[in-house]
Nanobody, 127 residues
Framework: VQLQASGGGSVQSGGSLRLSCTAS????????IGWFRQAPGKEREGVSG????????YYADSVKGRFTMSRDNAKNTVYLQMNSLKPEDTAVYYC?????????????????????WGKGTQVTVSS
């Protein structure tokens, strides 16, 4: 399984960015893709996730109402639209993929349980 993330960059507070993640090298229909982030000196945390089969999404409380995750199954690609960005959103963002049977709680709160990871993309929000 390979995950390719793109779309990071630098914006001012209140700005927007869209991240993309494309998955390849698998055959299962029962999988979820999530976005995680890690700021310097902090643990990696779950930001959002999407069940690729039914499209259900879940978000960390810190990004609800500002971030929206969507999918394009034909392209095995997910998107994270990030609006109203804040300096505290600054981090390296990673996309990761795992069996949707993990469930959203485990998937979001136990990054070590998610088996496949892409390289990170830096998001920097200046005040």
């Amino acid at each position: 399984v390979q995950l390719q993330a793109s779309g990071g960059g630098s914006v001012q507070s209140g700005g927007s960015l869209r991240l993309s993640c494309t998955a390849s090298g698998f055959t299962s229909d029962y999988y979820a893709i999530g976005w995680f982030r890690q700021a310097p000196g902090k643990e990696r945390e779950g930001v959002s996730g999407i069940n690729m089969r039914d499209g259900s999404t879940y978000y960390a409380d810190s990004v609800k109402g500002r971030f929206t995750m969507s999918r394009d199954n034909a392209k095995n690609t997910v998107y994270l639209q990030m609006n109203s960005l804040k300096p505290e959103d600054t981090a390296v963002y990673y996309c990761a993929m795992g069996d949707s049977g993990l469930g959203p709680v485990v998937f979001m709160r136990v990054p070590s349980a998610v088996p496949y990871w892409g390289k990170g993309t830096q998001v920097t929000v200046s005040s």
